[in-house]
């Protein structure tokens, strides 16, 4: 009888320790749905830079607090002033223009085309002009040979100049990207939203380029790819995270709960940690 009690004993502590093990394995262990959590990194810290530094149209925070504006009169598009004489001074208008880049080959030309509409405040501190509040949507279209790509972006931010320089500014606020790309001949397409609560974010602009050197953003984002062959099939995702922005162009973006990577804002190249 001791001897029968002694092996139950043994076999309860096995079972248990390995109830254990596997509970703690189920815990740790990402979930695999197929992700390429790596490229959908990249996409969603690139998507975030781009939006912020006129990629997509709309406002340009590289060009600081004098010209804020994705320029472009050589082809028709938006012409501001510098900074603004009076304190408050709004712009609230619209602008459409286009840009064609003629192909080398006999494939076709690629057309990009921008439109929108934006409400854009100047603020002032002790009577100087010191930053401004946005709040623009922007349309973009970029199409060629077999493919079409389009984004309709909202950023509704305050920027705020950290020195006397104009050249260091601070972000708060929200961007919400939604982005379509349709492949025509190969029938398939995706579709790709995102929004950004920006809290604190530190932006030097010495170079001429926007560097994002401090502060976090809280994303959500939504996945939908499209396959039309050999039958119609949605594959749909949801997801959220996490970026801390480094400097020198890097960020560290977690997508919850363990899928962490630096990204190079720049390159979209993104490593995981």
């Not at 830079?49 to 804020?68: H, L, M, N, Q």
């Not at 050999?230 to 890097?250: A, M, N, S």
Request: proline share 3%; charged share 15%.
């Amino acid at each position: 009888m001791k001897l029968k009690l002694t092996y139950t004993f043994f076999v309860l502590c096995a079972a248990v320790f390995f109830y254990s093990s596997c509970k703690k394995a189920a815990v740790n262990t990402p979930k695999t749905d197929g992700t390429d959590y790596k490229a959908l990194s990249s996409q969603v810290a690139t998507t975030f830079y781009k939006s912020i530094t006129g990629k997509y149209g709309a406002i340009d925070v590289s060009k600081g607090i004098s010209s804020p504006f994705k320029t472009n009169a050589s082809h028709g598009g938006l012409t501001t002033y510098s900074v603004a004489p009076l304190c408050g001074f709004v712009i609230d208008t619209s602008y459409s223009y286009q840009e064609v880049f003629k192909a080398s080959n006999p494939i076709g030309d690629t057309i990009k085309d921008y439109s929108g509409n934006f409400h854009f405040v100047y603020t002032c501190d002790a009577g100087v002009v010191n930053g401004y509040k946005v709040n623009t949507k922007a349309f973009y279209q970029e199409k060629s040979y077999g493919y079409v790509f389009n984004d309709t972006l909202s950023q509704n931010y305050t920027v705020k100049a950290l020195d006397e320089t104009y050249k260091l500014v601070s972000m708060d606020g929200s961007i919400a990207a939604d982005q379509r790309q349709n492949f025509i001949f190969d029938e398939y397409g995706n579709l790709f939203t995102s929004t950004y609560t920006l809290t604190g974010l530190k932006v030097k602009i010495t170079s001429g380029i926007a560097d994002v050197i401090a502060g976090t953003a809280t994303f959500h984002i939504k996945t939908v790819q499209i396959t039309q062959l050999p039958r119609q099939y949605w594959k749909h995702f949801e997801y959220d995270g996490t970026i801390v922005y480094l400097g020198d162009h890097k960020a560290k973006l977690t997508i919850n709960p363990v899928h962490v990577y630096i990204v190079d804002l720049l390159t979209g190249v993104a490593t995981p940690v």
